[in-house]
């Protein structure tokens, strides 16, 4: 007897092209093979689903199977999805600050070129003040150029009150004051007394107090020398050392007499300190990088013009002598961001401003 055997072609299976994802892309579905109506399998799969996480990093196997209804045969292709490590993402150390600190510039995530994100931080600066107080994360994520994958880090900033220095209600200044060390600032809540005090010349000293400062002989008198910076100041605001805006100076030509003593500073009223002019200069950009323009408005070309640039505390950090022309562009951009004050000096004429580097 004879009989025939039948035998079928294959279904023709196409598979969807090899592709590439993150190992933090969340699940998906698998699609793209032909016909439709088949199954997938292989490292990752689960219903139809492809889970880069559960395959892991590297190269894996992808079957699409497909069996024709009409015909029972079975015929399957492969493709390859490859998943990519994530990039290592590190974030700067916690770190506090105060309410009353100015803007400041996110750095230290790293690879560099990063975005940071979260309350109170706008285009990669944090404001203490948007953010108010108490702690706020952080977030710091960057993309690797190569694979496209992205990952974060977090880190926190805690926002704190701001908390005056602990400055006595009364206090005697004496001692020899030299050009030896930064600029210092002494304060009292109430009055402070300066006695037996050398001011030697180059010597920076901010003095200030609440209510006055007084000048007493002592054993030795006090003797404020030729070329010493003394700023005297009767603090308005409760902020003592930490706002100078108001920087009145004496900066003698000659030393103070010895009969000057038991001489009481309230505000402006001493003869020895000179005139502030409110129209000597200004500065723009304000805020500024750090380079900026000192236009001075009022200008006499036979007297000297001093520029001293103050940091928040009252050390100095910088001065120049400026040649008598209008406009003068000065570059800061070395220091870091935060509040100084600027000052100039024309003959018996000086101002103060505040200057904010961003």
């Known amino acids: ?36 109506g088949g199954a997938y399998s292989g490292t990752g799969v689960t219903g139809g689903s492809f889970n880069p996480a559960a395959a892991g990093v590297g190269n894996h196997v992808i079957t699409y199977e497909y069996t024709d209804p009409q015909t029972g045969c079975t015929n399957s292709c ?7 490590q994530l990039p290592v993402v590190n974030c ?10 100015v803007m ?50 977090t880190f926190n900033i805690t926002v704190i009150p701001f908390e005056p220095p602990d400055i006595p209600d009364i206090d005697v200044v004496s001692g020899v004051f030299t050009t030896d060390g930064d600029e210092i ?9 300066v006695s037996d005090a050398v001011f030697e010349p180059g010597s920076q000293v901010n003095l200030v107090a609440g209510s006055n400062i007084v000048f007493t002989p002592g054993n030795q008198g006090v003797k404020i020398q030729a070329g010493a910076h003394v700023h005297a100041y009767i603090d308005q605001d409760g ?10 100076s004496t900066n003698l030509k000659e030393p103070l007499p010895d009969n000057k003593t038991n001489e009481v500073i309230t505000g402006l009223a001493v003869d020895d300190l000179r005139e502030i002019n409110k129209d000597l200069f200004k500065v723009y950009p304000n805020p500024t990088d750090g380079r ?58 000086a101002q103060v401003e505040r200057l904010i580097i961003k």
């Open 185 to 193: 600032c002494l304060a009292a809540l109430q009055t402070l007394h």
């Open 239 to 248: 902020t003592f050392c930490g706002d100078l805006t108001t920087i009145v």
């Open 292 to 349: 900026f323009t000192l236009e001075l408005i009022y200008l006499d070309s036979e007297e000297t013009i001093q520029v001293q640039v103050y940091g928040l505390y009252g050390g100095i950090v910088f001065r120049e002598i400026l040649p008598p022309q209008a406009r003068h562009l000065l570059d800061l951009s070395g220091h870091q961001p935060g509040v100084y004050f600027i000052r100039v000096i024309m003959g018996h004429h």
């Open 1 to 36: 007897c004879q009989f025939n055997i039948l035998v079928r072609a294959l279904p023709v299976v196409n598979c969807p092209q090899n592709s590439t994802v993150c190992l933090n892309d969340d699940p998906f579905a698998l699609a793209g093979g032909q016909p439709a």
């Open 104 to 153: 400041f510039a996110l750095t230290g995530g790293t690879p560099a070129g990063g975005t940071y994100t979260g309350n109170g931080v706008d285009a990669g600066n944090f404001d203490p003040t948007t953010a108010g107080l108490g702690t706020h994360m952080i977030t710091y994520e960057y993309t690797d150029p190569q694979t496209d994958c992205t990952n974060v880090c």
């Open 92 to 101: 700067p150390e916690n770190i506090t600050v105060s309410i009353d600190d």
């Open 78 to 84: 492969n493709f390859t999805i490859t998943v990519n």
